[in-house]
T-cell receptor, first 115, second 114 residues
Framework: QKEVEQNSGPLSVPEGAIASLNCTYSDRVSQSFFWYRQYSGKSPELIMSIYSNGDKEDGRFTAQLNKASQYVSLLIRDSQPSDSATYLC???????????????FGKGTHLIIQP | DGGITQSPKYLFRKEGQNVTLSCEQNLNHDAMYWYRQDPGQGLRLIYY???????QKGDIAEGYSVSREKKESFPLTVTSAQKNPTAFYLC?????????????FGPGTRLTVL
């Protein structure tokens, strides 16, 4: 059973600070990892993808991947009230025999940025 | 203006009725997906399609059916056999070149069973 685990929160962070979101996954075969942001009542929006060990930076966002520890994280620098949302971690895996790929999602971490 | 559209935005169904949710994309993506999201839960995969006239069951396909007659369209039918259909339904698509494995979502359809 492929699983993706996230702390549901809420995680409360002061405006301007660094928000750190964590995710662990169960399947060592997984190769692609994604962070989606979801505002209440809206659909998920892709904000970061990462495929190899190490850090990947895009603006205020940094994704970190450690495949040996089966751990992926998202850092948000200079947090803004507009960053308040639920952040979903998703892991790509291959359906056996089909060759197609699907995403397994965590339940999400609710992030609150306090002004 | 490229993107994924879903309709309707809200849908109300009486018990015992079948309903069909629309998903259209003009991104020229080959793969399309249907997910379901329940409150406080992650997304769960219902069906996916890699190519026209082919589709595969996901983790929770029971009570659902799909078709893929055109590359741009991947409608989902929620049948009366689906025991708990009230949920937020999300369609996604993925290209085959460039941004590997990245899936992009439509705005979603919120289905409520009365």
């Amino acid at each position: 059973q492929k699983e993706v685990e996230q702390n549901s929160g809420p995680l409360s962070v002061p405006e301007g600070a660094i928000a750190s979101l964590n995710c662990t996954y169960s399947d060592r075969v997984s190769q692609s990892f994604f962070w989606y942001r979801q505002y209440s009542g809206k659909s998920p929006e892709l904000i970061m993808s990462i495929y190899s060990n190490g850090d990947k930076e895009d603006g205020r966002f940094t994704a970190q991947l450690n495949k040996a520890s089966q751990y992926v994280s998202l850092l948000i620098r200079d947090s803004q009230p507009s960053d308040s949302a639920t952040y979903l971690c998703a892991v790509n895996w291959m359906y056996s025999g089909g060759g197609a790929d699907g995403l397994t999602f965590g339940k999400g971490t609710h992030l609150i940025i306090q002004p | 203006d490229g993107g994924i559209t879903q309709s309707p935005k809200y849908l109300f169904r009486k018990e015992g009725q079948n309903v069909t949710l629309s998903c259209e994309q003009n991104l020229n993506h080959d793969a399309m997906y249907w997910y379901r999201q329940d409150p406080g839960q992650g997304l769960r995969l219902i069906y996916y399609s890699q190519i026209v006239n082919d589709f595969q069951k996901g983790d929770i396909a029971e009570g659902y059916s799909v078709s893929r007659e055109k590359k741009e369209s991947f409608p989902l039918t929620v049948t009366s056999a689906q025991k708990n259909p009230t949920a937020f339904y999300l369609c996604a698509s993925k290209g085959t070149s460039g941004r590997e494995n990245e899936q992009f979502f439509g705005p979603g359809t919120r289905l409520t069973v009365l």
